[in-house]
T-cell receptor
Framework: DTEVTQTPKHLVMGMTNKKSLKCEQH?????MYWYKQKAKKPPELMFV???????INESVPSRFSPECPNSSLLNLHLHALQPEDSALYLC??????????????FGPGTRLTVL | AQSVAQPEDQVNVAEGNPLTVKCTYS??????LFWYVQYPNRGLQFLLK??????LVKGSYGFEAEFNKSQTSFHLKKPSALVSDSALYFC??????????????FGKGTMLLVSP
């Protein structure tokens, strides 16, 4: 299985809602990533987990809260978002990331709209 | 900090013609370079990478890239373009943080449009 899956595909939420994005991989990868992507722009790194521990937080606002329950799962909890948070949220995984030579495998993304 | 530049916002090519999508890099140390493609409403797909070794790297879907150290370039090429190659292409470079962890720094992207 060489796939990264993400659910839901689409999400519409109000600014007071709480929702979660889910990402799953079964490739045995030990590094997992969250990115935010605006239309026709490059992905912006948000968080990196390495061996289930948060290794990089790109100064993301606390209304985004990542969680890595186990080596195959990555969640992104959303609370009190702003309309400017509307974007495509991409999850990725790689074998590990200290060497930097492993390619990342991306999921199809969750299209988030904040009203 | 490591960076890559994609000088063209868009590249237009006719089907059957060769295509080139340009990427130049600025790094300290040895560059680890990657190309990804993104089709509409999809995630990024890995095409190829240069870590070390042969300067000509072959990847998925008939794409290849040439690493040129003197010109600090890593251009993506394909001998014969297909309409289905139309997509957004990103060049990326490894960026090693002070913590020792590595991330990818992406270029701004180049839209490739292949006309029938």
């Amino acid at each position: 299985d060489t796939e990264v899956t993400q659910t839901p595909k689409h999400l519409v939420m109000g600014m007071t809602n709480k929702k979660s994005l889910k990402c799953e991989q079964h490739m045995g990868h030990r590094a997992m990533y969250w990115y935010k992507q605006k239309a026709k722009k490059p992905p912006e790194l948000m968080f990196v987990y390495s061996y289930e521990k948060l290794s990089i937080n790109e100064s993301v606002p606390s209304r985004f809260s990542p969680e890595c329950p186990n080596s195959s799962l990555l969640n992104l909890h959303l609370h009190a978002l702003q309309p400017e948070d509307s974007a495509l949220y991409l999850c990725a995984s790689s074998q590990e990331e200290t060497g930097g030579y492993n390619e990342q495998f991306f999921g199809p993304g969750t299209r988030l709209t904040v009203l | 900090a490591q960076s890559v530049a994609q000088p063209e916002d868009q590249v237009n090519v006719a089907e059957g013609n060769p295509l080139t999508v340009k990427c130049t890099y600025s790094v300290s140390g040895n560059p680890y370079l990657f190309w990804y493609v993104q089709y509409p409403n999809r995630g990024l797909q890995f095409l190829l990478k240069y870590i070390t070794g042969d300067n000509l790297v072959k990847g998925s879907y008939g794409f290849e890239a040439e690493f040129n150290k003197s010109q600090t370039s890593f251009h993506l090429k394909k001998p014969s373009a297909l309409v289905s190659d139309s997509a957004l292409y990103f060049c990326a470079v490894r960026d090693v943080r002070a913590s020792g962890y590595s991330t990818l720094t992406f270029g701004k992207g180049t839209m490739l449009l292949v006309s029938p």
